[in-house]
């Protein structure tokens, strides 16, 4: 087969696919004696499996995959995949743990509740005032200050993000996630938005999950080519392409 072959399948350039093939994403590819590409069965399945990984893993994620499995080392490659499955877990159970924490919040059924002290706030979410104060050099809860006074004070969204910051906090989520959360809140538009916001978070997370999978699939058919055409065995007749 041509690189042009290989690349209308997907909508890609020829040059796209030479590309590929220089980054290690397809096999040992064999030369006629005037240099042309020789591709086969083989490369347009590594084809398939680096564009079907690089939608779960992303593209440079997917170019290490395909370079450890080209070059035999397979425990380089599980490990790989495995971390993204790990990473896709973990994220899971962010959102669970958000998810409970909203609707705690929620089920309260109370009106927002603004105008509180740093002691104020403390005492009702179970917190050491100097823990909101770290909180707010790290950006999780923004109170204004009283004019007069110069005391802080936390309004009704700052007193939410604190309640959401300690839910999270007791699930043994780190400051940086919980800020990384909180901001996008915010930009999300805050607390009417927030079923949008999740539903929007499991649909990514959906959509990444059966990614991994169909990535799985393409480089399973990947390893059983190989394993059935050793690469140093000719296998079909492949029609000349130039450089």
């Known amino acids: 087969m041509r690189p042009i072959d290989l690349a209308r399948e997907h909508g890609l350039s020829a040059q796209a696919v030479r590309n590929y093939e220089d980054a290690g994403v397809f096999p040992p590819t064999e030369r006629s004696e005037t240099g042309y590409r020789r591709y086969t069965a083989v490369h347009a399945q590594a084809l398939r499996a680096?564009?079907?990984?690089?939608?779960?893993?992303?593209?440079?994620?997917?170019?290490?995959?395909?370079?450890?499995?080209?070059?035999?080392?397979?425990?380089?490659?599980?490990?790989?995949?495995?971390a993204a499955h790990v990473d896709l877990v973990?994220?899971?159970?962010?959102?669970?743990?958000?998810?409970?924490?909203?609707?705690?919040?929620?089920?309260?059924?109370?009106?927002?509740?603004?105008?509180?002290?740093?002691?104020?706030?403390?005492?009702?979410?179970?917190?050491?005032?100097?823990?909101?104060?770290?909180?707010?050099?790290?950006?999780?809860?923004?109170?204004?200050?009283?004019?007069?006074?110069?005391?802080?004070?936390?309004?009704?969204?700052?007193?939410?993000?604190?309640?959401?910051?300690?839910?999270?906090?007791?699930?043994?989520?780190?400051?940086?996630?919980?800020?990384?959360?909180?901001?996008?809140?915010?930009?999300?538009?805050?607390?009417?938005a927030l079923t949008t916001f999740l539903d929007s978070w499991h649909t990514r997370l959906t959509t990444r999950s059966r990614h991994l999978l169909t990535g799985a699939a393409h480089l399973d058919a990947y390893l059983t080519l190989l394993a059935q055409n050793p690469l140093d065995a000719p296998q079909d007749d492949p029609l000349a392409d130039p450089l």
Not at 62 to 82: H, K, P, Q, W
Not at 149 to 156: F, I, L, V
Not at 173 to 182: A, D, G, I, K, T
């Open 50 to 82: 680096f564009l079907a990984l690089r939608a779960g893993h992303g593209h440079q994620r997917a170019v290490e995959i395909m370079r450890a499995v080209n070059r035999g080392d397979l425990e380089s490659a599980y490990r790989l995949i495995d």
């Open 90 to 192: 973990a994220e899971r159970a962010t959102r669970a743990e958000v998810a409970t924490a909203l609707d705690a919040l929620s089920a309260n059924g109370s009106a927002p509740v603004g105008g509180l002290t740093v002691g104020e706030l403390a005492r009702r979410i179970g917190v050491h005032p100097a823990t909101l104060r770290t909180w707010e050099a790290e950006g999780i809860v923004r109170p204004t200050r009283d004019r007069v006074t110069g005391y802080r004070e936390y309004g009704p969204d700052s007193v939410r993000d604190a309640e959401i910051a300690r839910q999270l906090r007791r699930g043994g989520y780190r400051l940086s996630q919980v800020r990384r959360f909180l901001e996008a809140l915010r930009e999300a538009g805050g607390a009417d």
